[in-house]
């Protein structure tokens, strides 16, 4: 019997990225249709989409029409197409007029902690849903702290994390490492350095590219 083909995966993502959510759970979802297959590594990477938001953050619907230059119809429209995506693969996306969108710094200094501790996965998806799902502030300490109990971590270490600015160093290198390599939006999922799969793509793409990349690794 052929041993699972070990892959690295980096996904480079931020934690109030709508796709990221989309893309992340996709991954997944095509891991298991690999089982057996491929061995994943997954490392989570620091990506901030908007890095200079105060820390109460904006209206989110005045956020992106000023960003993007769209009217209110427009952003409804690309919300409808997200949360039908979204509810594709089980994930529950609410935002809408009145969510806010927030600075997301913190969130990626508690998740590269939680790397450390092999908790990161868990952190991200409870980030994600906490955001997206349920509208909460990643951004305040009090929700991280909370997050990261409910993700298996200890809230004391981790709110000793955030407040003490813990980490800041390696998520801005990190980040500044995948800019340098031509990562200007997200998700981005590459696998063993070198293999770029770009945006939320549906299960099969992931399952498709990952099985070939796979198929052609060195034995």
Request: charged letters at 20%; aromatic letters at 6%.
């Amino acid at each position: 019997m052929t041993a699972p083909a070990p892959l690295r995966i980096d996904f480079v993502s931020d934690v109030s990225c709508p796709w990221c959510a989309i893309g992340l759970s996709a991954l997944e979802q095509a891991l298991r249709q690999l089982d057996g297959v491929v061995q994943a590594d997954i490392h989570l990477q620091p990506f901030e989409l908007n890095p200079q938001l105060p820390a109460e953050g904006e209206d989110a619907t005045e956020h992106l029409m000023h960003k993007y230059g769209i009217g209110m119809a427009q952003v409804e429209a690309n919300r409808a197409v997200i949360r039908e995506r979204a509810a594709a693969l089980g994930f529950a996306f609410n935002v809408g007029v009145g969510s806010r969108v927030y600075n997301t710094f913190d969130a990626h200094r508690l998740l590269h902690w939680a790397e450390l501790q092999g908790r990161h996965l868990a952190l991200k998806k409870a980030l994600l849903r906490a955001y997206f799902t349920d509208g909460e502030d990643v951004a305040s300490h009090e929700v991280l702290v909370r997050l990261a109990g409910e993700a298996g971590l200890d809230r004391d270490e981790a709110r000793r994390v955030l407040e003490t600015g813990a980490y800041a160093e390696d998520v801005r290198a990190q980040e500044a490492f995948f800019q340098q390599r031509g990562i200007r939006s997200v998700p981005a999922t590459i696998v063993n350095g070198t293999h770029l799969i770009p945006g939320g793509q549906p299960p099969e793409v992931f399952e498709q590219a990952l099985r070939e990349i796979a198929a052609a690794a060195p034995g």
